[in-house]
């Protein structure tokens, strides 16, 4: 269907990504600044291959989004159920398309993609 690396790193040139490749970012409302770091990296990168494209009749997905941190997860770089749902809005998915973590660390995005299949079950009744 597609995939989906956030990254930490910001100095990759994403410029040298295949065309093919959507350029996202998610930025930190709540990020937590280390003393000597200037500029506060607030920011991720997010490189988005494949998926669905959205039909023009759905709600229209930004190409950012912004949220804060997922705080005590018991892993450093785990995302909160809010950039699990924009990365499942961006891909496309539906009920029948299988989704898996290749990164699944704490545990957060599996969760998430538990919840938000239960809230398009309903709504679809």
């Known amino acids: 269907m597609g995939d989906v690396p956030s990254l930490s790193i910001p100095q990759i040139h994403l410029a040298a990504l295949p065309r ?7 930025g930190k409302t709540d990020v937590l ?3 000597g770091s200037n500029p506060a990296y607030a920011w991720e990168p997010v490189i988005v291959y494949g998926g669905r494209k959205v039909q023009t009749t759905s709600a229209t997905v930004r190409d950012w989004l912004a949220c804060s941190m997922a705080m005590e997860k018991g892993l ?21 398309d299988e989704f898996k973590d290749l990164f699944p660390g704490s545990g957060q995005i599996d969760r998430a993609y538990r919840q938000w299949r ?8």
Do not use: C, N, Y
């Open 118 to 125: 239960g809230q398009l079950e309903l709504q679809l009744g």
């Open 20 to 26: 093919k490749m959507s350029r996202d970012g998610m």
């Open 33 to 35: 600044i280390q003393k």
């Open 76 to 96: 450093r770089g785990a995302k909160p159920t809010t950039f699990a749902f924009w990365i499942f809005r961006v891909l496309g998915l539906q009920l029948d």
